[in-house]
T-cell receptor, first 114, second 111 residues
Framework: GAGVSQTPSNKVTEKGKYVELRCDPI?????LYWYRQSLGQGPEFLIY????????DSGLPNDRFFAVRPEGSVSTLKIQRTERGDSAVYLC????????????FGNGTRLTVT | RKEVEQDPGPFNVPEGATVAFNCTYS??????FFWYRQDCRKEPKLLMS???SGNEDGRFTAQLNRASQYISLLIRDSKLSDSATYLC????????????FGTGTRLTVIP
């Protein structure tokens, strides 16, 4: 079946601009995670949704970052006033039930802020 | 203190060698443990879950030591195709029960 889909695969934007990154999880997966990964590092937790609600947003680095999942399926990660330090690969993952189920990752969105 | 800590390596081993990685976690109430594999410029993929009694999948063996709060991954008879970064993943049961990754351990198997 279809896996986790992330769009765009690459995004180049200028410092100060607004970007939206989209994640389409596996159908039926209630849990959705956003991670950010920089070169040579492991994925850094950003936010976790269980259904429509953000169960844990403690990983969002500051208030420029926001994510939604209005219908409990597709999620959008929004970054305002982008900074060069936001450049990374943004990974989305979904799982059937949450932490006790394995994560299935999308291919990621490579964000470059110039 | 980080939720999950790993030795980043790199580990360079000859083909056929046995290699082991450890990972420590900070929350004694954690219940879910996994090893993921990540190839260069690819997304992480589940390698195996780690069960309390330990588990084996072919050449791979995972162990959990709750008393010392670490998990391990043993790879026997290393293949060139095992070259990758191995990520330790642990749940954080306080709050929303989400999942945290270690920084990963880089393995290169040399012919």
């Amino acid at each position: 079946g279809a896996g986790v889909s992330q769009t765009p695969s690459n995004k180049v934007t200028e410092k100060g601009k607004y970007v939206e990154l989209r994640c389409d999880p596996i159908s039926g997966h209630t849990a959705l995670y956003w991670y950010r990964q920089s070169l040579g590092q492991g994925p850094e937790f950003l936010i976790y949704f269980q259904g429509t609600g953000a169960a844990d947003d403690s990983g969002l680095p500051n208030d420029r970052f926001f994510a939604v999942r209005p219908e409990g399926s597709v999620s959008t990660l929004k970054i305002q006033r982008t900074e060069r330090g936001d450049s990374a690969v943004y990974l989305c993952a979904s799982s059937l039930r949450g932490a006790e189920s394995p994560l299935h990752f999308g291919n990621g969105t490579r964000l470059t802020v110039t | 203190r980080k939720e999950v800590e790993q030795d980043p390596g790199p580990f360079n081993v000859p083909e056929g060698a046995t290699v082991a990685f450890n990972c420590t976690y900070s929350n004694s109430a954690s219940q879910s443990f996994f090893w993921y594999r990540q190839d260069c410029r690819k997304e992480p993929k589940l390698l195996m879950s780690v069960y309390s009694s330990g588990n084996e999948d072919g050449r791979f063996t995972a162990q959990l030591n709750r008393a010392s709060q670490y998990i391990s991954l043993l790879i026997r008879d290393s293949k060139l195709s095992d070259s990758a970064t191995y990520l330790c993943v642990v749940n954080a049961p306080t709050g929303a029960n989400n999942l945290f990754f270690g920084t990963g351990t880089r393995l290169t198997v040399i012919p």
